[in-house]
């Protein structure tokens, strides 16, 4: 069924777990994730940022997103990642996204108040929910650049989440997107501070490579929404590889098996560490 947002992240807060949020670029992904949900009876966030709609275009997967969701029987939201124009996010929330993040998070603290603020008023006509970012997580959602990570400052985050009233909010710890070159060393201090000060559910992004010790630790202190986009992608590319090697690809429909498998294998494992198994109940 489909889920508002801020729904999943209260049950996440009172409950004690973190909802995954899985990156997806086509149906066979969908169908994947979809499935781990409603095998472990997890709630999820399926999501799409904004600079990947050049590949699967937002008027076609967004109803898809929205298709599955309705038709799952757990509870599932549908979310516009990284949205840089509010060209994009009003074109999500027209065809019914539950939840749209404005990622501000490379502009002046002042810049990136003002525009959440319009987004966040933007999103009420629609009842969608809204995540925005302070602090910069390093990389980019499709790698074409490098951005600096710069941690988030704990008193700019109460700052921000009281003059914005965001449902959700993103923070820079020392985590990143895409595959890590080192291993990471997330800030849990920083973690801990804003949690310590801030009411409003937290996010991971750059979910890839990090530990489960540390997902752990970041869903036991505030983190409510965890984003893993990389991680799937590869999944479902190894599995397609692995099974061309093993002879079982004997046509197209086996290549759509494979992928589906590599996308329910990644999505359920992350399910398993995030403790969301069984939280759809
Ligand atoms: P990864 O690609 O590192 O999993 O990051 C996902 C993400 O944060 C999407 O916004």
Do not use: W
């Amino acid at each position: 069924m489909l889920a508002n947002l801020r729904d999943l992240l209260q049950d996440a807060e009172e409950r004690n777990y973190a909802v995954g949020s899985f990156s997806v670029a086509n149906m066979e992904m969908v169908l994947g994730v979809i499935k781990a949900a409603e095998e472990t009876r997890s709630p999820i966030i399926l999501q799409i940022a904004e600079v990947r709609l050049n590949h699967s275009p937002l008027a076609l997967i967004g109803p898809l997103m929205l298709a599955a969701a309705e038709e799952a029987d757990v509870p599932v939201a549908v979310h516009l990642d990284h949205g840089t124009t509010l060209d994009c996010i009003s074109q999500a929330l027209d065809i019914g996204f539950t939840s749209v993040m404005f990622d501000g998070s490379h502009l002046p603290l002042e810049e990136n108040i003002r525009i959440t603020k319009q987004v966040v008023e933007l999103a009420q006509d629609y009842d969608a929910a809204v995540e925005a970012e302070i602090g910069c997580v390093g990389g980019s959602e499709d790698g074409s650049v490098d951005i600096e990570m710069h941690c988030t400052s704990p008193e700019q985050a109460v700052r921000f989440a009281a003059e914005t009233g965001v449902d959700a909010l993103a923070i820079a710890i020392g985590n990143a997107h895409g595959n890590y070159k080192h291993e990471p060393v997330l800030r849990f201090d920083i973690l801990e501070k804003v949690h310590e000060s801030v009411d409003t559910p937290l996010v991971l992004h750059g979910g890839t490579g990090i530990s489960p010790q540390d997902f752990i630790k970041c869903h036991q202190n505030g983190i409510k929404k965890i984003n893993i986009a990389t991680a799937t992608f590869d999944s479902v590319e190894k599995s397609v590889r692995e099974a061309y090697k093993n002879g079982k690809i004997n046509g197209y429909y086996d290549l759509h098996t494979a992928e589906i498998a590599g996308a329910y294998e990644n999505a359920k494992k992350h399910m398993e560490i995030f403790y969301s198994v069984g939280k759809a109940e």
